[in-house]
């Protein structure tokens, strides 16, 4: 089968470019710059004859997908995930939502006029459009979100907002738009939207320097390695998680399991805390000793009644299995020292 990637150079796309090359897929890589694909065929040197690359500049511009979409043979499904979540890249909440929303309207209307044939395309969405960030996180009862909860923020608020707003916003919009689409053309293809909450791991793209870190990993970094032990524990933002090669398999599901079309689906493993990620740090790492915050090891720093998130229907639909909290954060845990060391 062929395929269409948007974003396979960050941090989860080039683990589900990985995944669907392992698999035999060839998969054309869509990026923002040449320099961006150059560096994909570096990171995946036997690959060669299963893969090439388009380059869309500016997702947002009208057609700008047009020509990347046609392919002989054709494409049969595209996965869209590439959108802003680099905070520290975004200067105000428009280059958040623009992107997010314009580039997703503009890619299924390339899908629809130039690649017929296409059957299938999964949008990777976030559970920033499922969670209600203005609710307390411990309730009684617990809250248990689905796939039938949305974060109920105007497009307004978002713009007014501050920049997590409006990142969030940017993922509500671009599925809406995305489910919107779907409804109103009525193209040949079908749409799988996956949900996930903080996605971390080990980073399969070339990371050399700390500052080049995505965002969650990013955050994974300041708070628990270059901290120090007597810091105070950080609070979670979202404390739902799912490891990147968990989700990638999860794409590649989407696009295998025929059931899946039309379908939303939230993508979450379990609940970490910031004392869990600690605790797992200062027990692997003893070179992280006096950088990891100590907090008071063992206990649950999460509120009670704090939510949850539901994974039934990614388990049921997709048969998708996690690995272990261990396995997600050692695994990350060391890579992170790794790029410390190189910087
Ligand atoms: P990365 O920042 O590592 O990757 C983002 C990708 O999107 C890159 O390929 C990037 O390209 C591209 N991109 C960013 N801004 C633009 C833009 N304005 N125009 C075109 N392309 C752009 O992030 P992740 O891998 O973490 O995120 C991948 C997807 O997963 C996103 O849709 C994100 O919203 C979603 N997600 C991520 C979560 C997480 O915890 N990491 C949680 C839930 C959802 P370039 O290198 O050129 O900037």
Redo the contacts with the bound molecule.
Sequence with gaps: QRVLLT???????SHILSELLNRGFFVRSV??SQV?ADQIARDFPSFKSKMDFGIVPD?TVSGAFNEVVKSTPPFDAVLH??????FSAIGNNAEFLD?AVK?TTEILKSIKAYAPEVKRVIY?S???AVLNFNAPVGTTPQKVYTEDDWYPITYDEALAGSKADAYRAS?KFAELAAWNFVKEEKPNFDLVCLN????YGPLKHTVSNVEDI???NARIYSNFVDSSKDAPLPLNGVHMYVDVRDLAIAHVKAVTTPGAGGHRIIVSSKSISSQDISDIFRKNFPELEQRTPIGKPGTDSLPEGAYTISNEKVKKLLGLEFRSDEECFVDLGRQLLEIEKAS
Excluded: D, H, Y
């Design positions: 974003g396979a150079n960050g941090f989860l796309g990026v923002r961006k997702m995930q590439a959108s802003p979540f680099l992107p580039g990777t976030s559970c920033a993922k996930p909450p903080m996605i995505n965002e969650s």
